[in-house]
């Protein structure tokens, strides 16, 4: 199992979504977070004063595949949030130990 | 009928139309007045409260529209006790040149029947008193986000009886200012200067908020600030026709020459923020409107709408730089920039209402010099004498005010309740509590 993580612009989540579902990826977390990596931050002007905002908001998923599902789940992800622009995020794969499920108690892929 | 004459700047329309029967009670000025009273309450609150509460950071919410709130009532009770009768004094009796007589204390020479030209006394008195309320509470934006709420409350009642009141005299009660003939309406010098003087020297002398200049401080909910500057905008209708004193042609043309000199402010600054900066702002047209509002308020009784769209637009403009300046190169920290918004707006106002009185300018024409005045030179002399007493006035004034109550109260919330916030420090509240 892996976890996978895709920092991903924040107005393409709807897209990211439908096209885990259409990979059969049944569940995800998803976060509002702030960033910064090439992409820099921003300027906003208050009645001439201008602050320089140096994160720019982004979203997080956090998804939990099989092994088999993995290249399918990362393929999706970037097809469906590219832009081509600066900033169209990441995504980062990590061995994901166990998981289960509260309610019946399965564990491992059945918990996915 | 001395008093009347002293009146005359502010009713000079409205007692013609009343003709010789002025000591009836007209009841169509009665009806417009009580309705303008409420429209400038209204404007303090909840209109300047939501519009200042939305500029500062979220953990001062609270403070600012308390300090509002709180100002509403206290200056209501000293202008009550007090301060009507230092600006107005009582009726029948000759106006001094700086005070007026302490024949009205507690409204003391007041009854139901008695009459300020066609209006009620009474009404007269709580339509001043509207007046007395909000310029207080502009101070506000100037010392935003820092000063202890004691020494607000202390400041502010001092200040509206040895600063307002006797401004309010010269121009209004009969005193020199208005005797000269300076043309001021609505309250560009009584109202705009006096309060944004008083809150640049606030400013600096309370030095600025810890961070300024390094931290960001963006406003922290601009949807209030918005609902608050239409609020403004809807209640000046009440500030500067309601000056008229009467329900009338001259109120009639004050909140025409008001709504585009708002417009036109409004658009000015916004493009100037979309000229140099290459986007239009939210902020930026509602400053702009301010600017625009409170440069005619002295104008609006004495102008014509071409010369208001004149006015509007170099308020948004002059008023734009303004700021800029004052923060960026005075490294001054009005909070909420009153002086550049009302302060210079109020001294353009108030100059250009000299200019365009005069009747000989076409279009841009308005209603004329005042008595004893025959050109623009002239009119200018006593209407840049004006700004220069009130600014003056009021600078001194106001610093040994601030100093005075510094030496018994403390001006300023220490470093790390500054840090902490005013709402939790000074009065155990959160405004959010999401």
Not at chain 2, 297 to 326: D, H, N, R
């Amino acid at each position: 199992m892996k976890m996978m993580t895709a920092i991903i612009k924040p107005f393409k989540l709807d897209d990211v979504r439908e096209a885990l579902q259409q990979v059969g990826i049944a569940g995800m977390t998803v976060e509002e977070v702030k960033g910064y990596g090439r992409q820099k931050g921003h300027t906003e002007l208050y009645r001439g004063a201008e602050y320089l905002v140096e994160f720019q908001p982004k979203v997080k998923i956090q998804i939990a595949v099989s092994d088999s599902e993995l290249d399918a789940a990362i393929e999706a992800v970037c097809n469906a949030a590219a832009t081509g622009k600066i900033g169209d995020g990441k995504i980062f794969v990590a061995p994901l130990e166990e998981g289960i499920r509260i309610r019946t108690g399965e564990t491992g892929e059945d918990a996915l | 009928m001395k008093k009347l004459q002293q009146f005359a700047l502010l009713t000079a329309v409205g007692l013609a139309s009343n003709g010789a029967s002025a000591q009836e009670l007209n009841q169509a000025d009665t009806a417009w007045m009580l309705t303008a009273t409420a429209l400038v309450l209204f404007m303090t609150i909840p209109g300047l409260s939501l519009f200042y509460s939305g500029l500062v950071r979220a953990k001062n919410v609270l403070s600012v529209l308390m300090q509002c709130f709180a100002l509403t009532c206290l200056m209501s009770l000293l202008w009550f006790a007090v301060g009507y009768t230092i600006a107005f004094g009582s009726d029948g009796v000759e106006q001094g040149a700086f005070i007026g007589d302490f024949g009205n204390v507690f409204f003391a020479s007041m009854t139901m029947d008695s009459l300020n030209g066609g209006i009620p006394s009474t009404l007269f008195a709580i339509f001043q008193m509207t007046f007395a309320i909000i310029t207080p509470a502009l101070i506000v934006g100037g010392f935003a986000e820092r000063m202890r709420f004691s020494a607000m409350l202390m400041f502010s009642a001092i200040w509206l009886i040895v600063v307002y009141a006797p401004v309010c005299h010269w121009v209004w009660g009969g005193g020199w200012l208005g005797s000269m003939g300076l043309q001021d309406f609505a309250g560009g010098t009584v109202v705009h200067i006096t309060a944004a003087v008083a809150a640049l020297v606030a400013a600096v002398m309370m030095g600025p908020r810890r961070g300024f200049g390094t931290v960001a401080m963006p406003p922290h909910n601009l949807t209030l600030t918005v609902a608050g500057a239409g609020m403004l905008w809807v209640g000046w209708f009440g500030f500067n026709a309601g000056s008229a004193v009467a329900a009338d042609n001259s109120a009639a043309m004050a909140m025409l020459v008001t709504h585009l000199s708002a417009s036109a402010g409004s658009l000015a600054w916004m493009a100037m923020e979309w000229i140099r900066h290459g986007k239009p702002s939210v902020l930026g047209i509602v400053t702009g409107m301010v600017a625009g509002l409170g440069t005619i308020t002295p104008a609006s009784g004495s102008v014509g709408p071409a010369a208001a769209v004149v006015i509007g637009l170099t308020a948004g403009v002059v008023c734009y730089f303004a700021t800029g300046w004052i923060k960026n190169k005075l490294k001054i920290d009005d909070s909420l920039d009153v002086f550049p918004v009302h302060g210079v707006g109020g001294i353009l106002g108030t100059l250009l209402a000299g200019v365009f009185c005069s009747t000989q300018l076409g279009v841009f024409s308005g209603n004329g010099f005042s008595d004893g005045i025959n050109s623009i030179g002239g009119q200018l002399v006593v209407q840049a004498t004006g700004v220069v007493a009130t600014f003056a006035y009021t600078a001194v004034v106001t610093w040994i005010i601030l100093k005075v109550v510094d030496v018994m109260v403390g001006l300023r919330v220490d470093a790390d309740e500054e840090t902490q916030g005013l709402d939790l420090v000074l009065h155990d509240e959160r405004g959010y509590d999401l």
